[in-house]
């Protein structure tokens, strides 16, 4: 039998909707020149992303659901649903969702599905809404609880409630808090420095709820620098469609191009900035002395 829990994400939306009115408004009232603030296109954008984002979501959970199913049909073991295990599934999801935002971070084919969460040049609660119609690619990272006896309506729920938590750390009218709770939990600090496009604020963040993951894991970063927003080459559109599928587009245009099955299985299953080496100038040395060097390639930015 299906365990009775509630949608935390359905009776989250009137939330959502007051504090994005709250947020618009502090930012008419209370402008800050160095902030990302808001712009109606890109809002639009991350709100059309977000509920197109509900009905791809709905046709996915069809093959899903049927996967975990057979699972946690075969699976001896069963996880009850109970005041305090709530809280031990809700960590243990805590925990496979930083395995699985961060590989959606270091593996392309991974990637070009979550790039469509960090497109916005700007930071605010709409951001938290622009997420990608391919989430088809999350689904293996949670499989070890289905496996331990977690009953795939609980699996939906600790998922649900992880993301209704995200919402509000998408903001930057709220500063640092205090440094037990930014310890421990992942906090709008934490999350601009992961939404951030500068070099040593790249692929830092992972933690849903919690941040101890990366402190843990060596990929925690401390927000110092004004974060600035988007990616290291952004795309420069309001297209709903591109927005979703503009990295997808790229690495077919890349495995193309690509000269051999190695550098193709890179394209695919390396990280989003990787580059085949430079084939080596073995005829270097037969070049006359006085030949100028050619100029080195330059190597495209990681989108991240």
Request: net charge neutral; charged share 15%; glycine share 6%.
């Amino acid at each position: 039998m299906s365990p009775n829990l509630p949608d935390v994400v359905l009776w989250s939306i009137p939330a959502f909707v007051l504090l994005t009115v709250v947020e618009i408004v502090s930012h008419r009232i209370h402008p800050d020149d160095d902030a990302a603030g808001y712009e109606t296109k890109d809002a639009a954008t991350s709100i059309t992303m977000g509920l197109g984002s509900l009905v791809f979501d709905f046709l996915w959970k069809i093959p899903i659901v049927a996967i975990y199913s057979g699972v946690y049909a075969l699976t001896p073991l069963s996880v009850p649903i109970l005041w305090w295990t709530v809280p031990l599934m809700l960590l243990a999801q805590d925990f496979f969702y930083y395995w699985s935002h961060r590989g959606h971070h270091v593996i392309r084919v991974l990637w070009a599905c979550h790039v469509v969460h960090h497109s916005s040049e700007k930071f605010n609660l709409t951001t938290a809404l622009r997420q990608p119609w391919t989430s088809l690619t999350v689904w293996p990272f949670y499989l070890p609880l289905i496996a331990l006896g977690v009953h795939p309506a609980a699996l939906a729920f600790c998922s649900s409630a992880n993301l209704v938590y995200q919402f509000w750390i998408h903001t930057e009218r709220i500063g640092k808090l205090p440094r037990p709770f930014e310890y421990v939990f992942n906090t709008p600090s934490h999350h601009r420095v992961h939404h951030a496009s500068q070099g040593g604020y790249l692929d830092r963040n992972f933690g849903g709820i919690l941040i101890i993951w990366d402190r843990m894991f060596g990929s925690w970063v401390a927000e110092t620098d004004r974060p600035v927003y988007g990616l290291t080459k952004n795309i420069h559109t309001y297209n709903p469609l591109r927005v979703a599928t503009h990295e997808y587009a790229a690495i077919a245009k890349d495995l193309r191009a690509a000269t051999g099955w190695r550098e193709r299985a890179g394209r695919v299953f390396r990280g989003p900035g990787w580059q085949p080496a430079a084939p080596e100038a073995s005829e270097a040395s037969e070049a006359p002395q006085a030949a100028l060097p050619a100029a080195d390639a330059s190597v495209p930015e990681r989108a991240a």
